[in-house]
């Protein structure tokens, strides 16, 4: 798109009302943080059936963000975004009112295939509206809404066990203060529900369902009366090709899956592999686990969600300038060395009544190792990764693309999240960052090969 005549404060606008899905996204994933006491001891379940009440919300989000892509294509983006809207506000009343392990899994389930297929719409929605050369800024707007939604989630968390006097203890109404933190989510829920309402239909998937004239009617509010025939046209010139409604076997060429796909699975793959969900999900519980309170714990989440955020926005301000590819490489570097530096501090603890001890110096060498590492994920992979998904494919095969990708990188969050309370109690703190460590490493050599850079390329040129 040509920068004359765009209505820039409408595109933020309806850019912002689709990243609260993203902050959606961050909240439900970092809630869990604050709430595993609890869920132990309310349900009873040991560290096997706490690990799956964590990841239990991943299955959800495999298949949300599997099916939306391939229902986008069918229905419509902001169609999509308004079902999983109210499949959040159902998830955050359920969880906290769950009294089995059962029912507590059906909601978190609920709740993740709203988050999923937030994760994949949202990017794409926003890659759809924006500007090319405005379209790498607004779309890591949907990291910033993440890393706000679990920075959002862990300092409610904190406040709530702080009221409270811990998360099991109970709060308002006679109910523990860890069914509240899933509650609060109702409000910002609501709110997203609300606001979609407001904005318009995906220009691009209008005009894929043949649909010009509502078209040309969102253009001209979104680029100008100049520009929207022009728009319409290249749009239309880019499916000509290929004009018939998109089906998975469009991911296929001469009997192979095309380049562009696994390049989507190895960028969704490689962002869950460095083990950044552990931080997320289990934070309060690796930093007790090292000799911290739970109070300390829930700190320092918060702490790491605000140098998340200032990563994030310093990724925003130079995606659109120096790139793709540049960031993601400073990011795969940057995330092993401080990966393999908070292997070695724990491998420097020892045992003592079933906790890892650490000396007072590598338990401060540990920490700010692993706030280093956040803020490279946050400065790259983080944000990187769902602009490139948003964008890199061609207009025929996004949604079905974005389907293929979103499955493997809820699937990989789900193995790992799963396989962390094993990994901890069978080959300790240490071998698991290490591994970690190692899909870092690996990571250097897939962007060095692997990525093409799409800074400044409009939709329509991509291709697969």
Same mark, same amino acid.
């Given at each position: 798109m040509a920068q004359a005549g765009h209505n820039l404060p409408l595109i933020i606008a309806t850019s912002c009302v689709a990243t609260l899905g993203g902050f959606l996204f961050g909240f439900d994933s970092g809630v869990i943080n604050g709430t595993i006491d609890g869920l132990q001891s309310a349900f009873n379940s040991n560290s096997i059936g706490t690990g799956f009440n964590v990841a239990s919300m991943l299955l959800g989000c495999a298949i949300g963000a599997f099916f939306a892509g391939v229902l986008a294509d069918k229905f419509g983006r902001r169609t999509l975004l308004i079902v999983s809207a109210l499949f959040f506000i159902v998830?955050?009343?359920?969880?906290?009112?769950?009294?089995?392990?059962?029912?507590?899994?059906?909601?978190?389930?609920?709740?993740?295939?709203?988050?999923?297929?937030?994760?994949?719409?949202?990017?794409?929605?926003?890659? +759809?509206?924006?500007?090319?050369?405005?379209?790498?800024?607004?779309?890591?707007?949907?990291?910033?809404?993440?890393?706000?939604?679990?920075?959002?989630?862990?300092?409610?968390?904190?406040?709530l066990a702080d009221a409270a006097g811990g998360s099991k203890a109970v709060f308002w109404l006679g109910y523990e203060a860890w069914r509240w933190m899933f509650w609060i989510e109702l409000v910002p829920a609501a709110l997203f529900a609300i606001t979609l309402l407001l904005i318009s239909e995906s220009p691009r998937y209008l005009v894929l369902t043949g649909?010009?004239?509502? /078209?040309?009617?969102?253009?001209?509010?979104?680029?100008?009366?100049?520009?929207?025939?022009?728009?319409?046209?290249?749009?239309?010139?880019?499916?000509?090709?290929?004009?018939?409604?998109?089906?998975?076997?469009?991911?296929?060429?001469?009997?192979?899956?095309?380049?562009?796909?696994?390049?989507?699975?190895?960028?969704?793959?490689?962002?869950?592999?460095?083990?950044?969900?552990?931080?997320?999900?289990?934070?309060?519980?690796?930093w007790q686990s090292v000799g911290f309170s +739970?109070?300390?714990?829930?700190?320092?989440?918060?702490?790491?969600?605000?140098?998340?955020?200032? /990563?994030?926005?310093?990724?925003?301000?130079?995606?659109?300038?120096?790139?793709?590819?540049?960031?993601?490489?400073?990011?795969?570097?940057?995330?092993?060395?401080?990966?393999?530096?908070?292997?070695?501090?724990? /491998?420097?603890?020892?045992?003592?009544?079933?906790?890892?001890?650490?000396?007072?110096?590598?338990?401060?060498?540990?920490?700010?190792?692993?706030?280093?590492?956040?803020?490279?994920?946050?400065?790259?992979?983080?944000?990187?990764?769902?602009?490139?998904?948003?964008?890199?494919f061609p207009n025929q095969i996004r949604g079905t693309g974005l389907a293929v990708s979103g499955l493997f990188q809820w699937g990989s969050n789900f193995a790992v999240t799963m396989t962390f309370p094993y990994m901890l109690a069978g080959i300790g703190l240490a071998a698991t960052y290490g591994i970690y460590a190692f899909f870092a490493t690996l990571s250097i050599w897939f962007v060095a090969s692997m990525i093409r850079e799409t800074r400044g390329i409009s939709l329509e040129d991509m291709r697969g």
């Amino acid at each position: 798109m040509a920068q004359a005549g765009h209505n820039l404060p409408l595109i933020i606008a309806t850019s912002c009302v689709a990243t609260l899905g993203g902050f959606l996204f961050g909240f439900d994933s970092g809630v869990i943080n604050g709430t595993i006491d609890g869920l132990q001891s309310a349900f009873n379940s040991n560290s096997i059936g706490t690990g799956f009440n964590v990841a239990s919300m991943l299955l959800g989000c495999a298949i949300g963000a599997f099916f939306a892509g391939v229902l986008a294509d069918k229905f419509g983006r902001r169609t999509l975004l308004i079902v999983s809207a109210l499949f959040f506000i159902v998830s955050a009343w359920g969880s906290g009112i769950a009294d089995t392990g059962s029912w507590f899994i059906l909601y978190r389930v609920l709740g993740g295939l709203a988050v999923g297929a937030a994760s994949v719409m949202a990017p794409a929605y926003i890659s +759809e509206i924006a500007p090319s050369e405005y379209r790498g800024r607004l779309s890591s707007v949907q990291q910033v809404a993440i890393i706000c939604g679990l920075s959002a989630a862990f300092f409610s968390n904190y406040l709530l066990a702080d009221a409270a006097g811990g998360s099991k203890a109970v709060f308002w109404l006679g109910y523990e203060a860890w069914r509240w933190m899933f509650w609060i989510e109702l409000v910002p829920a609501a709110l997203f529900a609300i606001t979609l309402l407001l904005i318009s239909e995906s220009p691009r998937y209008l005009v894929l369902t043949g649909q010009q004239d509502k /078209a040309r009617q969102v253009l001209d509010r979104l680029a100008g009366t100049d520009q929207a025939p022009k728009l319409i046209q290249e749009i239309s010139d880019s499916l000509a090709d290929d004009h018939h409604a998109p089906r998975l076997s469009d991911l296929f060429q001469a009997g192979k899956v095309r380049r562009i796909v696994w390049i989507g699975i190895g960028l969704a793959t490689f962002q869950q592999l460095v083990g950044i969900n552990v931080v997320f999900y289990y934070g309060s519980v690796l930093w007790q686990s090292v000799g911290f309170s +739970e109070n300390d714990a829930l700190q320092i989440n918060v702490l790491s969600g605000l140098l998340s955020i200032g /990563a994030v926005v310093a990724a925003l301000l130079l995606i659109d300038r120096i790139g793709r590819k540049p960031l993601l490489m400073i990011g795969s570097i940057g995330m092993a060395a401080t990966l393999a530096v908070v292997a070695y501090a724990f /491998a420097t603890g020892s045992l003592q009544n079933g906790t890892l001890q650490l000396s007072d110096q590598m338990g401060v060498v540990a920490l700010i190792a692993a706030n280093t590492y956040v803020v490279f994920f946050n400065f790259s992979w983080g944000p990187v990764m769902w602009v490139m998904l948003g964008e890199m494919f061609p207009n025929q095969i996004r949604g079905t693309g974005l389907a293929v990708s979103g499955l493997f990188q809820w699937g990989s969050n789900f193995a790992v999240t799963m396989t962390f309370p094993y990994m901890l109690a069978g080959i300790g703190l240490a071998a698991t960052y290490g591994i970690y460590a190692f899909f870092a490493t690996l990571s250097i050599w897939f962007v060095a090969s692997m990525i093409r850079e799409t800074r400044g390329i409009s939709l329509e040129d991509m291709r697969g």
